[in-house]
């Protein structure tokens, strides 16, 4: 009977040790699987926070960069756009006879590349300034010597046609009263001696 029962008790104590063990171990490893399934969740946490903090000062930073090339467009399509129509004064060629078109335009040396296109002035022909007083809305448009020389070359009534469609077509254009041409800085003199060295309106042919 008593090595039964120290049998038996040896046999408890035993398997209570084992049971310890056991619990222990399985808590030790709870703990441990815990902390590294903690610690490998919190590194994906961190890397993602890393790749929003990036993402969001990159699109800012492309969002900004945007904006303003947004805005420097529109302020160069702004200045390219603004135009207004002007008429632009000619001979016509089978009726001999002053006329005119309507362009649009952005400065006065577009209104001029229209009169070189309606042929009553040629490619050599140059506009060197414009000048605008609106204190007396007079302007002084002052042109090359080829510009002369193409207008000297005319008669009478060439001359008066060729002044004639360069002044209506400035005057128009600005809304102004008078214009003195000058060619390279003096009055214009034609062929014929008419001096203009004074204050044009619009001509009538």
């Known amino acids: 009977m008593k090595k039964r029962r120290y049998l038996l008790i040896g046999m408890s104590a035993a398997l209570l040790m084992t049971t310890f063990s056991v619990t222990g171990c399985a808590q030790e490893t ?14 994906p946490k961190d890397e993602t926070e890393v790749k929003d903090g990036e993402t969001e000062a990159e699109a800012q930073s492309e969002s900004g960069g945007d904006t303003q090339n947004s805005d420097g467009d529109q302020s160069s399509s702004g200045e390219e756009a603004e ?12 009726t001999a006879e002053v006329t005119g078109k309507n362009v649009d335009v952005r400065d006065e040396y577009d209104i001029w590349t229209a009169l070189q296109e ?3 002035i040629t490619e050599d022909c ?12 007079t302007m002084d448009l002052d042109f090359n010597t080829a510009t002369g020389d193409r207008i000297r070359s005319m008669g009478t009534t060439g001359e008066t046609e060729i002044i004639g469609c360069i002044v209506n077509t400035y005057l ?11 060619e390279e800085g003096q009055p214009l003199q034609t062929s014929h001696g008419a001096n203009y060295d004074g204050y044009t309106g619009i001509i009538s042919f």
């Open 172 to 182: 128009e254009a600005y809304s102004y009263s008078g214009i003195r041409l000058t």
């Open 30 to 43: 709870g703990e441990n699987v815990s902390g590294e399934a903690g610690t490998e969740e919190a590194a």
């Open 118 to 120: 309606t042929g009553i």
């Open 126 to 137: 140059e506009l060197l300034s414009l000048t605008l007083n609106e204190d007396d809305k």
């Open 83 to 94: 135009t207004w129509n002007v008429r632009v004064y000619y001979v016509d060629d089978q």
